[in-house]
């Protein structure tokens, strides 16, 4: 019996073996007179490496799973921090669910460079070439003393930025010098706030020095003198209109006033002026230090963790009484928002003979949470997507923006992300809380307004001379009609709203394609050129 048991050598597959553990494996492998010999160092041994081996990539693994987000304080779900940690402190994950896990990370990078992928283009960039003859002229202008314009400009900051632009061209136009806008006090936010407290004054006078002279205040010479006011300004009026009508103004005491400059000019002007729009647009009209610094914080902030989405949703109160649409958010809401059109018919800015669902079919309304989700599903923005969110409160609080909440909780505004008292002393400016949410949304990688509007244009244009940064225009009229189709798959429903925005990217796009656009929205070709442009024009 004892000689049967003797010890032989057998042959085991590889695959059996691989299966066994460390301690099964040495039993088969060593016999007990092996035992007794003398056992090799520990650093020689094939175990040995392989332990150290497993030890070193568990410990990246863990490195990278602990890798969070440093904004996660301010995350809309306050539980996102502890689901984070439980994958690790419920126990050692194995080799293989770690390997699984970096294949998803590297398909979710996939994903996200596709959604963050910047539109061709083209080699544009900005080209303000004035002709001989402006230049000229611009010597002349800044000697002149004796036509002073002034100007009282009315509305929101974007709002006010659009008529600074036309008081600078106008000015020009009437050969004056452009005392500083006046920004009056808004009646709806009650800001006080003057143009040196949003924009930085000398910047402004340096930058325009060779086009028109801009002034402080009125020279001692004319103080006394009482300004000529027009209020019969009417729309798409020109350069020959302007001097036409308004050299009048300055034949009594040399100072004129204009009020109501909202869209007045014409947007189809010669050449130059086109360029000294831009200019004043792009160039002139810095924010303020103190709001360029508060902005640039905000900014890195969102930035320190990769590239972020900046949404402006305008779903505000006033927003659903003057579109004469319904937020579609709840029962109450909309009846709120029905009640208040009916009490003040006049609020309603356009086309007040359609009715609601003939509004929203024509892409006259706002989105609303769940459609800018939706929206965002199908152009393929990851659910792990930053996103900063400008505008005043939506109708609702923030429970009006629990669907978006739900698909992509990293969602931020300016309140999140400042620090404690930061945002206190400029509580009661809304202009300056504006150009907080322009700044942070002109450097974001990618933009997508919820509706129109005067800040949605303005970045459209900013981000084109910019080098045409991905700018998402929501095709509303045409995309509505498969929101509102229940039949359709998600990954059909994806399909068509991507192939619906395949061109609505932030591509350049020609102004001269179409009459009436204006050139701080469209500036390609006459503020922007590129080699094959600048061959054409010489």
Known sequence: MA?????????????????????????????????????????????????CFFLCFFVVILKIGFNL??????????????????????????????????????????EQSEFWKQPDGLGYRPCLGFSREYNKWS??????????????????????????????????????????????????????????????????KKVLANDVRIVSSLPSTHLTSRPMEDKRMPVNV?????????ARLFRRGGVALLRGLESKLSKDLPSDLQKLRCKVAFHALKFAAPILELGNKITERMRSKGPYLALHLRMEKDVWVRTGCLPGWTHEYDEMISKERKLRPWLLTSKSNMTYHERKLAGLCPLNALEVTRLLKALGAPKNARIYWAGG???GGKEALLPLIGEFPNLYNKEDLALPGELEPFASKASFMAAIDYIVAENSDVFMPSHGGNMGHALQGHRAYAGHKKYITPNKR????????????????????????????GQPEFRTSKSGRDVTKYPVPECMCNDTNLHTSS
């Open 139 to 204: 010597g002349e202008n800044a000697k002149a003393r004796t036509r002073y314009l002034m100007v009282v400009v009315t509305g929101g900051m974007n709002q006010q930025r659009n008529q600074i632009v036309d008081a600078v061209v106008i000015a020009r136009i009437l050969g004056a010098a452009l005392v500083v806008p006046n920004l009056q006090v808004n009646v709806i936010w009650g800001d006080e706030s003057e143009f040196s407290d949003i924009f930085d004054l000398d910047h402004f």
């Open 478 to 505: 045409h995309m509505l009609p498969y929101f509102l189709n229940d039949s359709l798959r998600e990954a059909e429903f994806n399909q068509i709203i991507m192939g619906l925005h395949r061109d609505s990217l």
């Open 69 to 110: 987000d440093p904004l996660v304080p301010f995350s809309p779900n306050p539980c996102s921090f502890l689901h984070q940690e439980s994958s690790f402190t419920n126990g050692f994950v194995s080799n293989t669910e770690n390997n699984v896990g970096f294949l998803k990370k590297v398909g979710e990078n996939q």
């Open 3 to 51: 000689k049967s048991k003797r010890q032989a050598y057998i042959s085991v597959p590889a695959q059996i073996i691989s299966s066994l553990s460390s301690s099964s494996l040495q039993s088969l492998l060593l016999s007990p007179k092996k035992s007794a010999k003398k056992k090799k160092p520990l650093w020689k041994r094939p175990m040995f490496w392989f332990l």
């Open 238 to 246: 020109t350069p020959q209109w302007i001097r036409a009508n308004y």
């Open 393 to 395: 409160n939506p109708l």
